[in-house]
C-alpha cells in the first residue's frame, strides 16, 4: 500500500539550529515526492520537489531509496520557517496521478 | 498564470442541511481537479479527484459527492450535513500527467 509517515507532529528548534523533518514513504514504483509547506493564515504551497534536486529557501531534501526516505533539512533555522510542512507522494500514472500525503509536522522556531 | 478559487471561505450550517462548495480554476483549461479535507493531525485526506467534465472518481466513502459540470468548476456537496462533515475543505487542482499540485485557499465548515 502506499504510505507516506512523518513521525514527528510537533518539532521545535532554536534560531540558527539545524533542522530536519523526517519523512518516510511505501511505495512499490519508482518515487515522487515533495514537500509542501503551510505557513499561518496562507494556502498550502509546494515547497519543493525530488526531481528538481534544488535548493528552496535554503531547504534541501535527498531521496533515500534504500532507506525509503525523503528528509528536509535546512541548516539554519529562521523564524519564519515556522510552519506545517507536508510530505507527499505521488501515485498513479497516465493522466490520473493524486498525492498521497502525511500527516504533517508542525515546526516552531524559537528566536 | 493560473489562479485558483474557492467559496465561500468559512461556513456555519446546521445539522441536516445542504452543502455545496466551489471551487473554480482560471488560466488553464482540462486541469485535474480535487477536493482535500484538512484535519488536525490528520494530514490532508483525498476525497475526490476529476480528471475531466463528468468524470469523477471517489477515494473514500462518506456523506459527501462532487460534481464537475464545466471544465474548470468543481462543486463538493451533501444532501444532509452530519457533525462529522466539521472541517477545513481544499481544493487543488494540476496539469494533466504532472504530479504537482496547486491548492486555493480552503473552506473552513462548521456543521452545528
Known amino acids: 500500500a502506499q504510505r507516506v509517515t512523518q513521525p514527528e507532529k510537533l518539532l521545535s528548534v532554536f534560531k540558527g539550529a539545524p533542522v530536519e523533518l523526517k519523512c518516510n514513504y511505501s511505495y512499490s514504483g519508482s518515487p515522487e515526492l515533495f514537500w509542501y509547506v503551510q505557513y499561518s493564515r496562507q494556502r498550502l504551497q509546494l515547497l519543493l520537489r525530488h526531481i528538481s534536486r534544488e535548493s528552496i529557501k535554503g531547504f534541501t531534501a535527498d531521496l533515500n531509496k534504500g532507506e525509503t526516505s525523503f528528509h528536509l533539512k535546512k541548516p539554519f533555522a529562521q523564524e519564519e520557517d515556522s510552519a506545517m510542512y507536508y510530505c507527499a507522494l505521488s501515485v498513479g500514472q497516465g493522466g490520473s496521478e493524486k498525492l498521497v500525503f502525511g500527516k504533517g509536522t508542525k515546526l516552531t522556531v524559537n528566536p | 498564470s493560473q489562479t485558483i478559487h474557492q467559496w465561500p471561505a468559512t461556513l456555519v450550517q446546521p445539522v441536516g442541511s445542504p452543502l455545496s462548495l466551489e471551487c473554480t480554476v482560471e488560466g488553464t483549461s482540462n486541469p485535474n481537479l480535487y477536493w482535500y479535507r484538512q484535519a488536525a493531525g490528520r494530514g490532508l485526506q483525498l476525497l475526490f479527484y476529476?480528471?475531466?467534465?463528468?468524470?469523477i472518481s471517489s477515494e473514500v466513502p462518506q456523506n459527501l459527492s462532487a460534481s464537475r459540470p464545466q471544465d474548470r468548476q468543481f462543486i463538493l456537496s451533501s444532501k444532509k450535513l452530519l457533525l462529522s462533515d466539521s472541517g477545513f475543505y481544499l481544493c487543488?487542482?494540476?496539469?494533466?500527467?504532472?504530479?504537482?499540485?496547486?491548492f486555493g485557499p480552503g473552506t473552513r465548515l462548521t456543521v452545528t
Open positions: 487543488a487542482w494540476s496539469f494533466g500527467g504532472f504530479s504537482e499540485q496547486y
Open positions: 476529476s480528471v475531466g467534465i463528468g468524470q
